[in-house]
């Protein structure tokens, strides 16, 4: 198992804020009056990097666990991070905002400078098409966090500037809003690649107001999400997926991990879940996340839970 450091090369996905080196910068957005985090862009040439259970061993009780091998077959320097897959969607129109996969990945608060007690949190939302800039969509992730049916905060990737002052510019956002009153809550800067096939949406567990103690009143554990996507340019599409309910304080299947993986070389993920907890929220297993490979699939492997 790999864990992003402030070592890593620069390939590690700017979604992920770091600590130590300097990257994460912060500006000021002071047209609405809050601070946006900004990670400088960092991206890889394009390698080719697949995944493969390469043989699993199961604990005796509630626990599997697995050896997830990456291995990287292209000429050039990759990453690969761990996701837990919730929704898969099926390709209708192959447009560049038809989701195909959408995965959660829970890191320890201090991967976001937060307290212990909160986790930062990574939506992945991978598409059958490819977009060259992301701003030509806008992806709604309806978040559900006290079990009544009704969305509580709004998850939103879109064009950072339009958000902020109106005017596209071409950088994308992670802006979480509260859904009863339209508040914004905190935006980071997204991971989206031009010319690419997945977006990556980073938010805290506490900005949607839950904790190790349960989610506030009613449900006290789990939240429900789901993808709505929107093609703005050129416009007229949409594709809204399934729901899926996860716990981010007791997710039932490991994510997070992350690798650098240089050509002709591999990396071993171990994967982990919780049997119990995967009878009561169920995930379909997990995303590899690649965003430095081809377009669409290649982008986001999809390894079943057992
Ligand atoms: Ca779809
Ligand atoms: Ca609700």
């Known amino acids: 198992m790999a864990t992003p450091t402030s070592q890593a090369p620069e390939s590690v996905p700017m979604a992920r804020p770091r600590s130590s080196t ?16 900004l990670p400088q862009p960092s991206r890889a040439a394009p390698p080719t990097i697949e995944s493969a259970v390469g043989g699993s061993a199961s604990t005796p009780g509630h626990d599997f ?16 991070d761990l996701y837990a897959w919730g929704i ?8 560049p905002m038809d989701v195909r996969a959408v995965g959660l990945q829970v890191l320890p608060g201090a991967a976001f400078k937060a307290p212990d007690s909160d986790r930062g949190l990574v939506f992945l939302i991978n598409t059958w098409g490819q977009a060259a800039n992301q701003s030509v969509n806008e992806y709604d992730i309806p978040i559900d966090t006290n079990g009544d049916g009704v969305a509580d905060f709004v998850v939103v990737g879109r064009d950072l500037g339009f958000v902020l002052t109106g005017i596209y510019d071409g950088r994308f956002g992670s802006f979480t809003f509260n859904a009863h009153t339209g508040a914004l809550v905190r935006a980071f800067f997204a991971e989206a690649p031009m010319n690419g096939s997945t977006v990556e949406l ?3 567990a506490s900005d949607l107001g839950i904790s190790p103690n349960g989610n506030g009143s009613g449900k006290k554990e789990g939240i429900t999400y789901q993808v709505a996507a929107f093609s703005i340019v050129p416009g007229g599409m949409v594709d809204v997926t399934g729901s899926t309910t996860i716990d981010p304080y007791a997710a039932s299947v490991s994510s997070g991990d992350f690798a650098t993986i240089d ?14 907890q995967q009878n009561h929220m169920p995930a379909l297993g997990w995303l590899v996340a690649s965003i430095d490979n081809a377009n669409g699939a290649a982008q986001a492997d999809e390894v079943a839970a057992p």
């Open 22 to 37: 300097g990257v994460r910068s912060t500006t000021s957005a002071t047209s609405v009056g809050y601070s946006i985090e």
């Open 65 to 80: 666990s697995g050896s997830l091998t990456i291995a990287n077959s292209g000429i050039h320097t990759g990453t690969a």
């Open 88 to 95: 898969s969607d099926p390709r209708e129109t192959g447009a």
């Open 202 to 204: 980073p938010l805290l």
């Open 263 to 276: 050509p002709g070389s591999s990396a071993s993920f171990t994967l982990t879940y919780h049997i119990p």
